[in-house]
Nanobody, 123 residues
Framework: QVQLVESGGGLVQAGGSLRLSCAASGRTFSSYAMGWFRQARGKEREFVAGINWSGGNTYFADSVKGRFTISRDNAKNTVYLQMNSLKPEDTAVYYC????????????????WGQGTQVTVSS
């Protein structure tokens, strides 16, 4: 079992930055690939970024490439999403998720989810 808790969301102006954190419980955090997803009102949940168990491989949606970075600290059981140059279209609830083996972009493949944190970008 893995429990995930996101933090760091908030209201920011366009062009600004936020860093989201996802703290995980459990001693096997380093075994899991981690993903960040987002869901805007009225839209489906979409993949934003992912990182493999070691942090050596990262993946990004085209819409955030060059603006967002993902990292993890296995000693702290935490994964981060640094979001720069934010746009109003980045407004959504952001979720972190965990699954064993590799990063995939489908939310249905993830076994554990956090409760989400709201990110609102004003124009």
């Amino acid at each position: 079992q893995v429990q995930l808790v996101e933090s760091g969301g908030g209201l920011v102006q366009a062009g600004g930055s936020l860093r989201l954190s996802c703290a995980a419980s459990g001693r096997t955090f380093s075994s899991y690939a981690m993903g960040w997803f987002r869901q805007a009102r009225g839209k489906e949940r979409e993949f934003v970024a992912g990182i493999n168990w070691s942090g050596g491989n990262t993946y990004f949606a085209d819409s955030v490439k060059g603006r967002f970075t993902i990292s993890r600290d296995n000693a702290k059981n935490t994964v981060y999403l640094q979001m720069n140059s934010l746009k109003p279209e980045d407004t959504a609830v952001y979720y972190c998720a965990a699954r064993l083996t590799s990063v995939v972009t489908s939310p249905f493949a993830y076994d554990y989810w956090g409760q989400g944190t709201q990110v609102t970008v004003s124009s």
